[in-house]
């Protein structure tokens, strides 16, 4: 620790280069600190345990296919299941097709299982009692400034009514905002009454999109899982039971390997970013032969000489990098407040800083150790002389 | 260096920061000829006006020096190259994604959905519309007088795909038996076509190098029964994604009963659209949409090709922030380096300008390096490099990148924009380097 104001000397020798090395390491680790919270929203799906106790069925096949309503009394049935709800994608549009937001038609227990979003319990009620209700997140409501008692048309693209128009209109009784803030995204869905949407709906009568069951113990999640699926197995409308998190996940591989291409262009960056830092370090050490010399011969011994050069490049790659993992925090946070729905990015939290803080000591390494080799091995008299 | 007030300083640095940014507003607007003629303008300019041959001197003195800082010029080139090797690649993989779609469709076909629909996989027409559709007259008919037209169901199954194992969707389309003179880019490249009537699949050229067990000869379950797979085709395509079987077949096996999704049919020509629109329009029977094929599959690619061409400008921006300071820092060293020469050289009576075009050119010359590698490389690498993706009908579509040449010129102009800010200052500075300050230094 005492040589640290020895090192940040060192460092801001020459001020111009070292500040321009670090903005090239600072727009490095944003883009790293961006894209790993890209790539790992699309991990943790797959893993998280959150919400685990809650459990969505779909169609084996493809999540677009209907499954018959008949599963419902034989899932409730089922030990360990708590409770069942179920619901259907209606995909209507709101007068343009840009204006895209989930609408669902939901079983009146549906909101039961979502306990993290927040209904006054009178809104709830009449949410029940009105055949044609409708309830709405607040982000949503807000951007179409709609308020309690409006009526929201939607043009349908899937169901359209008995009567054969595509237009569907529903009485706005409830706007519910999200327990936490940090979720606002999800407060971009309207939600209607199945039954009325059964009735009304010119043909799929009796299907639901998918069912979502709470178990009564998380641990019992999996044979859960296994007994639903297995009350249709062979039917011609297999179920596959999985967690929100691993479907959200499912779906989403189905886009791409992100992976992949995080890795590919991560790799990419990084290859240029040790070549850019490690011609500074060189230069850097360069300049200094005579310095460094100078120390050796105050009795500094090779390792401390070797030490100092290392540690000053590894702190130049922290310094920047930090720096960059910070501000693609707050880039991140703020696409999040943004953008809102299903914008699938982490925020940068310890998980990212770790593996961020692990790439700049070992790019700080790869990038120190030629220069610091030269600089322990250099022979004081052949420095001095300027040979 | 001679004081000069921290005003007249400030100002200059805003005079270049303008140029600079008007340059490169220049750079991304200006087609291939304008910038070939800047190019001839500054060779007839070095060969033909005294100051002109000055700066190519200069840089002719910078460029041979150039082995002896290899480490610091390759930070420009490979930082750059990367820049460009990052952009080229995303934007030929919206560019190949949008071609595939595009080429899917045609002026003279139209396809017929419910209205509402946009896709076909929301999408239920009954017997009746599926047939009063194609008895429009404005449907090509056959020498038989048989309407050219293919009553289509979607219909999704799962398989496993090679890559990762995983299961994925993909799209079974069942046709009418008039899709092949629909579709007359469809070519059988091994074994035979389905059967009528049969449980035979034919699979598409993607689908099948995509996804495992599809191969000819192959069975498959289909809502438990067993289909086999008889032969393969290629259009070259979004159909390539997909497996086809007899429409019919497949309502049954899916219990659709008579209805189908959509139909597709041919027009008498790309002309008779809007009649044809018109006719189905106005029939009081009908509830249904129509758009040209081609509306119909560009529609599909807009929003993807446009998620990636938005994430590849703002990747590569980033990076070339990063390719921006590495050339900075390069050239600044250079320059530094090269102080007692330009001293030497204004002093027996060179003006600031060639110094400045020089420093600027070595930079330019050098990104276009980095252009150019970064720009084969990803041609090298990714031209014809075959992914798939989601759809709209939630089934996974294969497509190639494109490593086109707009493509590749947009990369070289962004290499040339980075080579510009990166020299410029440096140019300034090299200009600016007081003359005695410059011949004392070491």
């Avoid at chain 2, 999704?156 to 008039?178: F, M, T």
Wanted: glycine share 8%; net charge positive.
């Amino acid at each position: 620790m005492k040589y640290l104001q020895l090192i940040l000397t060192a460092m801001f020798r020459r001020k111009t280069r070292t500040i321009f090395t670090l903005l090239s390491v600072l727009a490095a680790f944003l883009l790293f600190g961006l894209l790993d919270s890209v790539r790992s929203a699309f991990a943790n799906a797959a893993s998280s345990v959150a919400g685990v106790d809650r459990l969505v069925t779909v169609s084996r096949i493809s999540f677009t296919l209907p499954l018959p309503k008949s599963l419902l009394p034989r899932i409730q049935a089922l030990p360990g299941v708590a409770q069942v709800t179920y619901a259907n994608w209606f995909g209507g549009v709101y007068q343009d097709p840009k204006n895209f937001f989930a609408n669902e038609a939901v079983a009146d227990n549906f909101l039961d299982l979502y306990p993290e979003w927040l209904l006054p319990p009178a809104e709830r009620t009449a949410f029940r009692n009105t055949r044609t209700g409708a309830v709405v997140g607040k982000s949503l409501a807000e951007k179409y400034h709609w308020k309690l008692g409006d009526k929201i048309p939607l043009q349908a693209t899937i169901y359209p009514q008995k009567s054969g128009g595509n237009a569907w209109a529903f009485d706005l009784v409830g706007i519910y905002r999200a327990a936490d803030p940090k979720r606002r995204s999800q407060e971009n869905a309207l939600f209607f009454n199945w039954d009325y949407f059964d009735e009304a709906r010119a043909f799929g009568n009796g299907n639901v999109g998918w069912y979502v069951l709470k178990v009564t113990d998380r641990n019992l999640a999996q044979q859960v899982a296994q007994a639903v699926d297995a009350l249709s197995a062979n039917s011609d409308h297999e179920t596959k039971t999985q967690t929100e998190q691993a479907f959200n996940a499912a779906f989403v591989s189905q886009f791409g390997d992100i992976g992949l291409i995080v890795g590919a262009i991560m790799g990419a960056v990084f290859f240029t970013l040790i070549l850019l830092t490690g011609n500074t370090m060189a230069q850097a050490v360069r300049e200094r032969i005579p310095e460094l010399a100078v120390l050796k011969t105050i009795g500094f011994s090779n390792q401390s000489v070797l030490a100092l050069v290392l540690a000053e490049s590894v702190l130049l790659i922290l310094l920047g990098g930090s720096i960059g993992l910070v501000l693609a925090g707050v880039v991140v946070d703020a696409v999040r407040a943004a953008v809102g729905t299903g914008v699938p990015m982490t925020s940068v939290g310890v998980a990212i800083w770790l593996r961020g803080a692990g790439l700049m000591v070992l790019i700080g390494l790869i990038v120190g150790a030629l220069p610091a080799r030269r600089g322990m091995r250099l022979r004081i008299v052949d420095a001095l002389a300027g040979r | 260096m001679a004081a000069r007030s921290p005003l007249r300083r400030l100002g200059s640095l805003i005079a270049s920061l303008i140029a600079a940014a008007a340059a490169i507003a220049l750079l991304a607007v200006a087609p291939w000829w304008l910038l070939l003629a800047a190019v001839l303008l500054l060779a007839l300019w070095t060969l033909l006006t005294r100051i002109g041959h000055q700066a190519w001197s200069v840089t002719e003195v910078g460029l041979a020096t150039i082995p002896q800082r290899l480490g610091a010029c390759s930070v420009v080139v490979v930082g750059i190259a990367g820049v460009v090797a990052v952009l080229v690649a995303l934007l030929a993989m919206a560019g190949g994604f949008e071609a595939t779609l595009k080429q899917s469709g045609s002026d003279d076909t139209a396809i017929v959905m419910r209205a509402g629909a946009q896709t076909e996989i929301n999408s239920v027409l009954d017997h009746d519309s599926a047939g009063l559709v194609a008895q429009a007259p404005q449907v090509l008919r056959t020498a038989q007088g048989q309407p050219i037209a293919s009553p289509e169901l979607v219909v999704v199954a799962s398989l496993p795909k090679k890559s990762n194992g995983l299961d994925a969707n993909v799209e079974i389309r069942g046709v009418g038996e008039r899709a092949w003179s629909l579709r007359p880019d469809v070519r059988i490249i091994a074994g035979r076509r389905f059967g009528p009537g049969l449980r035979e699949l034919i699979v598409g050229k993607g689908a099948r190098e995509q996804f495992a067990g599809v191969d000819p000869g192959a069975t498959l379950k289909l809502n438990g029964q067993i289909w086999t797979v008889v032969g393969a085709f290629e259009s070259g395509d979004a159909h390539d994604s997909e497996l086809w079987a007899d429409s019919d077949v497949v309502a049954a096996t899916y219990r659709r009963g008579s209805s189908t999704a959509s139909v597709t049919v041919r027009l008498t020509g790309a002309d008779a659209f809007d009649a044809y629109k018109a006719a189905l329009a106005s029939d009081p029977r009908l509830t249904v949409d129509v758009k040209t094929t081609r509306a119909y599959y560009t529609d599909q690619s807009a929003a993807l090709a446009k998620l990636i061409r938005v994430l590849g400008i703002t990747i590569a921006a980033i990076m070339a922030i990063g390719a921006v300071f590495g050339a900075l820092n390069t050239m600044y060293a250079a320059v530094a380096t090269r102080s007692r020469e330009i001293a030497t050289l204004r002093a027996i009576g060179f003006r600031a300008m060639p110094v400045i075009v020089s420093v600027l050119l070595e930079t330019m010359l050098l990104a276009l390096l980095g252009g150019l590698l970064g720009a084969a490389l990803t041609w090298v690498v990714f031209n014809h490099y075959t992914v798939s993706t989601l759809g709209s009908n939630f089934t996974q579509v294969v497509f190639a990148f494109q490593v086109s040449a707009p493509v590749l010129w947009t990369g070289l102009k962004w290499a040339l924009a980075i080579g510009l800010i990166g020299g410029l200052f440096p140019a300034l500075r090299a200009a600016r380097l007081p003359v005695t300050a410059g011949l004392r230094e070491l």
